[in-house]
């Protein structure tokens, strides 16, 4: 398993808050051909499955007209697959933090990253991070279902360029609280921010979203739009792999566990432009 070690950066509490009603489970979904984007209005946030930890499979590899599902897993397996690369060492620009990959485990269907004090760093807040870093893409439509344990750590899901940064777009980031999570669109050499925030029970089962197009990147939460971003300028155009984290603050004063906490990941889906 190779280990990997990324640079995050921390974003603002900025941009407007949005209430989101949930799609029903019903596959169906509104984006434009011929290179034209339209909103997407509902489509399935996964497919019923009662034997799913989160009571729903990943899309079927049809729910997106345009696409074509490139990799998917559902973590049936008690070990992860050679598709993930672990995270180790300190986050950049997180002083104080720590990824371990003891801290990433695969159990009963379910993928989880766990904060706790660990005693092999000291009684430090050690997190678990991961990318599926062999597959890059340029644009595409990634799917994670997920929920918290409770406040502490942040979560983060993300497209993280291969090569240089910024581009970064985090389509949920969570900042310690259960309450609301944001997306981020980080471009430029300055660093620009383009934010959107949504209120939400982070702790029940939800499928986060990202659509990168040419022309515009847009956040699903449940199958439902809830944030936008259409300036060209704003709109990666080079590879980007999806990564999954948990991370402390602590040194900055947010983010930081009073008690052990986990995010639980039912399944992975990315699908690929055609």
């Known amino acids: 398993m190779r280990l990997t070690f990324i640079r995050i950066s921390a974003a ?67 070990y992860l697959s050679n598709q993930w690369s672990l995270f180790a060492g300190e986050p950049g620009g997180d002083p ?18 766990n904060a706790w004090r660990d005693a092999g760093y000291g009684g430090r807040w050690v997190t678990g991070g991961l990318c599926a870093c062999q597959h890059p893409q340029t644009y595409g439509a990634f799917f994670v279902r997920a929920r918290l344990s409770g406040p502490g750590a942040t979560f983060v899901g993300l497209l993280w360029p ?23 669109v980080h471009f430029g050499s300055r660093n620009a921010q383009r934010h959107s925030e949504v209120r939400v029970d982070m702790t029940r ?17 449940d199958g439902v739009e809830w944030g936008r971003v259409s300036s060209r300028s704003a709109i990666p155009r080079v590879p980007m792999t999806l990564h999954l984290q948990q991370q402390t603050w602590c040194a900055l004063n947010y983010a930081c566990p009073s008690t052990p906490e986990s995010v639980e990941i039912d399944w992975v889906e990315t699908f690929r432009r055609l």
Do not use: K
């Open 12 to 78: 603002a509490l900025l941009g407007p808050i949005v209430a989101v009603t949930p799609a029903s489970a019903a596959p169906t979904a509104r984006i434009c051909a011929q290179g034209r984007d339209c909103a997407v209005v509902a489509f399935s946030p996964g497919v019923i499955a009662t034997s799913e930890p989160s009571g729903l499979a990943p899309l079927r590899a049809s729910a997106l007209p345009g696409f074509r599902r490139v990799f998917v897993d559902d973590f049936r397996s008690n």
């Open 96 to 113: 104080g933090a720590q990824w371990s990959p003891s801290h990433v485990r695969v159990s009963g269907g379910v993928l989880t990253l």
């Open 162 to 184: 291969t090569m240089g940064w910024p581009p970064e777009v985090d389509f949920t980031e969570t900042y310690g609280p259960t309450s609301h999570s944001m997306a981020t």
């Open 205 to 221: 089962w939800h499928t986060w979203g990202v659509i990168w197009t040419p022309r515009s990147i847009t956040f699903t939460l």
